[in-house]
């Protein structure tokens, strides 16, 4: 009978199964992601070799029933160029990106990639539906027209849908960053507008000085102590313009910490930063902003809950160990309502679920080969992280 030496469907499950577990061993990558480009690989390589096949029974028809031959390499070369390249351009060039590589998955990407895997299996599974169980054999079947374009328009078809898939993904995740870098221009913006107020302070406090001289010299000389204590009382409000404007050397650093310092001054509660920071780091500007700018906010926001005696300090430095850079950041905070914690985890203490400012900072924290750490203990929480320049 008619020999074409393609395996049957046990045989072709356990061969992607074991495919799929080698992948996954020797590369760290989320296991659906990597589930969903071994499917769609093994789909399209499929295709090449029943098209490859169907080719060579037009121009070599004898060869073509001899099995592998010379003829069907022939045909196989410019199949897997063409089919590779168009599936690199539309789908592998996004999923493979560098800044993906660079860039640690978030929730949302993961729970996309837990379930789009799905996707490819179905083709996987109509393509085995189609070739074992249409009645003939894998090399009639290669060698048919009909089953040959049937197989080309169901890949072809899925090849759209993951185009659009991944691109919208990509979109997903640009929309994201854009997000984050948004929020980091809002901060800044909100530092600017803070120190034109402190600018306008300052002008009213020197224009102001010369009439409390006066009234210095008046009260001197009638000995009204009722009007010293309301002059006194009235000092204050001043007191701001002692607090500095600049805490360190790095733009997105100060940013954030000139922000909460502000914030800190209206509501009471005691601010102190030592960061020593540089302008140029490893760390992406705007990853900086949102590590510093969870880590204070949920001080901040633990400091509002608490009556007296709120502070927040924040200590963070850059060395080099070696010709390895690092930067430390340690910020403690004082709290009244004990964080939930759940099977060592902090929770959120606005939602159901993990708290999300800890999880954006450990995952960064694991983007730069660093670690992180939360304690609390009596009425001080403690947040530390370090992260190394790979």
Excluded at 134 to 139: F, K, N, R, T
Excluded at 142 to 165: K, N, Q, W
Excluded at 346 to 355: A, L, P, Q
Excluded at 359 to 373: H, K, P
């Amino acid at each position: 009978g008619l020999f074409f030496p393609i395996p049957g469907p046990v045989q072709d499950i356990s061969i992607s199964v074991f495919y799929i577990g080698l992948i996954f061993v020797c590369i760290r990558e989320h296991f659906g992601k990597l589930i969903f480009v071994v499917l769609m690989l093994m789909d399209f390589g499929n295709l090449v070799l029943v098209a490859a096949k169907c080719l060579e029974g037009f121009i070599f028809p004898e060869d073509a029933l001899a099995g592998y031959r010379y003829t069907f390499s022939l045909c196989t070369l410019p199949l897997v160029i063409i089919l590779y390249t168009i599936v690199y351009k539309l789908v592998l060039k996004d999923i493979c990106s560098k800044e993906d590589r660079n860039d640690p998955m978030d929730k949302q990407d993961a729970l996309m990639w837990r379930y789009l895997w799905l996707i490819p299996a179905v083709f996987y599974v109509i393509w085995m539906q189609h070739f074992y169980q249409s009645g003939q054999s894998a090399l009639e079947n290669a060698l048919d027209p009909f089953s040959t374009g049937y197989l080309v328009a169901i890949d072809a078809g899925s090849l759209l849908i993951y185009r659009l898939i991944i691109r919208l993904a990509t979109l997903q995740k640009e929309s994201r960053k854009l997000e984050a870098e948004n929020h980091l221009l809002s901060l800044q913006k909100l530092q600017y507008d803070n120190l034109q107020n402190r600018i306008e302070e300052t002008r009213r406090a020197r224009h102001d000085m010369r009439h409390h001289m006066i009234l210095l010299r008046e009260i001197r000389e009638k000995k009204d102590f009722a009007l010293l204590d309301e002059l006194i009382a009235n000092y204050p409000e001043l007191s701001r313009l002692d607090e500095p404007l600049v805490y360190c050397e790095n733009e997105s650093a100060n940013t954030i910490l000139a922000y909460f310092a502000s914030l800190s001054a209206k509501a009471d509660i005691r601010f102190e930063a030592r960061v020593t920071l540089p302008q140029e780091l490893f760390i992406d500007k705007t990853r900086m902003a949102v590590l510093l700018g969870n880590l204070i906010e949920n001080a901040y926001e633990a400091c509002l809950h608490r009556n007296s005696d709120r502070f927040i300090s924040i200590n963070g430095g850059y060395k080099v160990q070696g010709s390895t850079g690092m930067v430390s950041l340690v910020v403690e905070n004082s709290f009244s309502i004990a964080p939930k914690q759940q099977d060592g985890r902090f929770r959120s203490t606005k939602h159901s679920g993990d708290g999300v400012g800890i999880e954006s900072v450990r995952s960064i924290a694991t983007l730069y080969n660093g670690t992180s750490s939360f304690t609390a203990r009596e009425d001080v929480f403690t947040a530390s992280v370090i992260l190394y320049e790979s």
